[in-house]
């Protein structure tokens, strides 16, 4: 069992940029493909954007392409959410998640999650 920790929520201003990380408390997420999901207050969660293994395929949801980057640093065991141009909307808690299976597309099918954190972007 593959224990996913995110990190680096916070509050920033509308315009402005954060960098998420998730990593493995227990396991790694290395042999893993990792998707970013979010929820906001009274809404669904949904998907974000994915990265395959071999981080030779990512993935994003239309309201975030051209904003945001989803990479991975094996040699850390982390994947990173770089999120630019954030806007009030992008307000949500924010979770990584783990995939067994390596396949094309993201937002389904994930084995692992973690806790989440917090992302407040102010007007």
């Known amino acids: 069992q593959v224990q996913m920790v995110e990190s680096g929520g916070g509050t920033v201003q509308v315009g402005g940029s954060l960098k998420l990380s998730c990593a493995a408390s227990?396991?790694?997420?290395?042999?893993?493909?990792v998707g970013w999901f979010r929820q906001a207050p009274g809404k669904e969660r949904e998907f974000v954007a994915h990265?395959?293994?071999?981080?030779?395929?990512?993935y994003y949801a239309d309201a975030v392409k051209g904003r945001f980057s989803i990479s991975r640093d094996n040699a850390k065991n982390t994947v990173y959410l770089q999120m630019n141009n954030l806007k009030p909307e992008d307000t949500a808690v924010y979770y990584c998640?783990?995939?067994?299976?390596?396949?094309?597309?993201?937002?389904?099918?994930?084995?692992?999650w973690g806790q989440g954190t917090q992302v407040t972007v102010s007007s």
């Open positions: 998640a783990g995939r067994i299976r390596d396949v094309p597309g993201g937002g389904y099918d994930y084995n692992f």
């Open positions: 227990r396991g790694t997420v290395n042999s893993l493909a």
């Open positions: 990265i395959r293994w071999r981080a030779d395929m990512t």
